[in-house]
């Protein structure tokens, strides 16, 4: 009915295609690649062969970065990764992933860490003929108990943690001054 209204020339307009929506963080990226190149919206448009217009219109989020203009912009500044330009990733360069990841696995280390130091109070609390239970009741014999509260055991915890870095360490620098190759061996067939 309203394509009948606007051919007999009524009050009534087209109905308009919605546009969906423009994801405004590749033209954040941009943006940021931009100021930290020191760079103008004309270079740029210059380098890839568009308008400074359409790239201010990118940058402002007005419109989309599309997967081919992003390979231009690549072209332009290969060391950032064009999944990061798109928006798919939070590394705008290898050498930022490669750091981060890293910084992981030091994070990871240090969870293993905590728990051989909680795994070695344990088994010395055991060896020193005390019982250990889940609710942090340690018992030597009938007459000697006591409960530790959750405060207590953290703090317990993190000094065999303290303890068991430094041993480590001192073995470590004990190995490497001896020039003694501490890796596992393969197993012999």
């Known amino acids: ?6 051919v007999l020339g009524r009050s009534c307009a087209m109905p308009q295609k919605k546009r969906p929506p423009v994801n405004p963080e ?13 760079m ?5 448009g210059e380098l890839i062969g568009m308008s400074p ?13 599309y997967e081919d203009v992003a390979r231009r912009i690549i072209d332009v500044f290969p060391e950032y990764e064009l999944s990061w330009l798109l928006g798919f990733s939070d590394y705008p360069t290898q050498e930022i992933r490669r750091e981060e990841i890293q910084r992981q696995r030091e994070d990871a280390k240090d969870y293993v860490l905590l728990d051989l130091a909680e795994q070695g109070m344990i088994r010395l609390a055991q060896a020193s003929e005390w019982k250990v239970y889940k609710n942090l009741t340690f018992v030597h014999d009938k007459h000697q108990s006591f409960k530790l509260s959750i405060w207590e055991f953290d ?6 943690r303290s303890y068991v870095a430094m041993r480590l360490k001192q073995l470590s620098d004990m190995y490497s001054l001896y020039d003694i190759d501490v890796r596992p061996r393969e197993a012999e067939e």
């Open 155 to 160: 703090a317990l915890r993190e000094e065999c």
């Open 53 to 65: 217009q359409h790239i201010s219109r990118i940058v402002n989020g007005h419109a989309t970065l």
């Open 40 to 44: 103008t919206h004309e270079r740029l």
């Open 1 to 6: 009915m309203m394509l009948l209204d606007y």
């Open 26 to 38: 590749p033209g954040k990226r941009v943006k940021l690649l931009l100021e930290k190149e020191k």
